[in-house]
Structures are given as structure tokens and as C-alpha cells.
């Protein structure tokens, strides 16, 4: 009897024999011997899904993939989100937000100072990224490195007369608090136009979210976009964030990620924040950002 043939638009993708290595520090785990050019089927897209979950970051290693890629894989975990600086989106793909030191013609590619302060990526929206998917282009021989800090572990760790001071509080955030601050003067950062400013307007969330998919809390506010805590006067906002920021990135809660050629990492910005280190001017910097859309921090 012949053999039917099976019919290749139903029959899954077979498994790609890849491992995932836990990092030696605070959070975060590697990918290995995956090729995103390559169907994912979904036992190892739930491989994946679940190793993030757990480790809060995951460094996808050696991912020689175009812009399409590099999406598709994004939309997997949610829609995505395009930034408001249209003005350094990728030609074609608006999903992809170029972050980048280099200048061409008099103009720059990308924003240049992207992360300069602690932040989770969007927490100035009502619907704050879930995670975003940052993929290296172009690295610096020196410097450029990502410092990822767990705000469970801070979470879990923080006094508790601090945590009963923060019982219940919600914090404004807003993406223009530290949009034209000093450090930043010198720097070519666009103005905001009308339309952009338009776009976001000042949200207000949770100071602790639990985590809608493991139920873990972690805090959620960050140096770069977090203004004030509602209810307070404007002093003691101001110290109680400061408070909260110190113990956030105490050591043992961060990982520090020096890039290698190709690496895609992809975090999880309800558990982490992060911070760019910068590299000097002179040298050249390009990466590729997607940005999942997450729910209503709760
Ligand atoms: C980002 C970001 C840090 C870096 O892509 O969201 O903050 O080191 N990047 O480029
Ligand atoms: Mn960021």
C-alpha cells in the first residue's frame, strides 16, 4: 500500500534540539543551539515560554535572523507595541524600534540614550510591555552592557516596615519625567511634537503587581518614568521612592549582560527592571527592540 503523504501544512514542525543553561547570577538563563530561522513547534516554544517565566531573562545565543524573524517569534508571546518615537522606527517595520548611538547624515538612527535610568519598558502606558526582545546589530568593543535588576527578589526581600509603607500604594508614571533631564543635555533627543505628547499621557499603577502569569509580586516602579506616589505629600513620595530604588538594585538582585555578536535576549519587564550602561561616543551601537504588549498591572 503506498504510504499517504503526510500533509505538510498540518504536520508540526519537528523539535530543535536546543538547551537552556540558568546563568551564575541573580536571574536570567541561556539558549542554546536554537535557530529562530527554523519553524518552532509548540512543545518548544512552551520549553521557552516556561524557562522565561522562571528565569526573568533568557539569552538566545547566536541568532542570525532578519526583522521578520525577529517579529514573528515577538508575537508569539502578544501583540506588539510601537514606540512613540516614530521618528526611529525600522523602514517597513514599525514593530521594531531601532536603539542606536550612531548618526548618519547629521541625524541619528536610533535613540541614543535609550535606558540611562532603571525602567521597565512602557510602565508610562496603561498597558505596560510584558517583555521585550532586544537583538544586537552592531556592538561596541567596549562598554554597551545591560545591567538587569529582579524586583520579585526585591520584592521578597524588602523590610518589612518598607513593604507596610507601601501597602496598597499606587505611583504615577509618566514618560516624560525625566525626558529632558540634565543628563541628557547635549544629547540629541527629539522633541516630543504635540501629536507625541498626546500619546502619553501619565498613567498611575500598583507600587507591588503580582505577576499575572506565575502570581509572584514584585515592585513596579523605576527611576526613569515613576513621578510621585498618590497620597503623598511630595517629600515624603520622594523619599519613599528613593527608599525603594536603593534596595531594587542592591547587588544581589542583578545580572550584568555583556553582548556577544547575534544574542537576543528577551526579559520579562513585570519581574525586572534594566539599565544600559552606555559605551563611549565614539564607538558604534545598534540594536533592534520588539516590545510585547502586557496586561493592567494588578
Ligand atoms: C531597551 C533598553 C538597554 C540597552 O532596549 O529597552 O533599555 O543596553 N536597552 O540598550
Ligand atoms: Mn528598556
Partial sequence: ???????????????????????????????????????????????????????????????????????????????????????????????VFIISNIVENGQPIGLGDAGKFWHSDLSYVELPSKGAMLLAQQLPE?????????QQQAYETLPDELRQRIEGKRAVHSYTARYADEVFKGVRRPTLTPTQLAEVKP?????????????????????????????????????????????SIKPQFIYRHQWQANDLLFWDNRALIHLATGCPSHLRRRMHRTTIEGDVPV
Avoid at 17 to 43: H, K, M, S, W, Y
Avoid at 214 to 230: A, C, M, Q, S, Y
Fill in 142 to 150: 567596549e562598554g554597551g552592557d545591560t545591567l538587569f535588576a529582579s
Fill in 1 to 95: 500500500m503506498p504510504a499517504t503523504p503526510l500533509n505538510s501544512t498540518t504536520r508540526p514542525a519537528p523539535s530543535q534540539d536546543f538547551t537552556i543553561r540558568p546563568l551564575e547570577a541573580a536571574l536570567g538563563a541561556e539558549v542554546l543551539g536554537l535557530d529562530l530561522n527554523q519553524p518552532l513547534n509548540p512543545e518548544d516554544f512552551a520549553r521557552i515560554h516556561g524557562a522565561w517565566l522562571e528565569h526573568g531573562l533568557l539569552v538566545l545565543r547566536d541568532q542570525r535572523i532578519a526583522a521578520e524573524q525577529h517579529i514573528d517569534f515577538s508575537r508569539r508571546f502578544g501583540p506588539l507595541q510601537v514606540h512613540v518615537l516614530k521618528q526611529f522606527l525600522l523602514a517597513n517595520h514599525p514593530e
Fill in 203 to 247: 498613567v498611575v499603577h500598583p507600587i507591588v503587581r503580582t505577576h499575572p502569569e506565575t502570581g509572584r509580586k514584585g515592585l513596579f516602579v523605576n527611576e526613569n518614568f515613576t513621578t510621585h506616589i498618590l497620597g503623598l505629600p511630595e517629600d515624603e513620595s520622594k523619599a519613599l521612592l528613593a527608599e525603594l530604588y536603593a534596595h
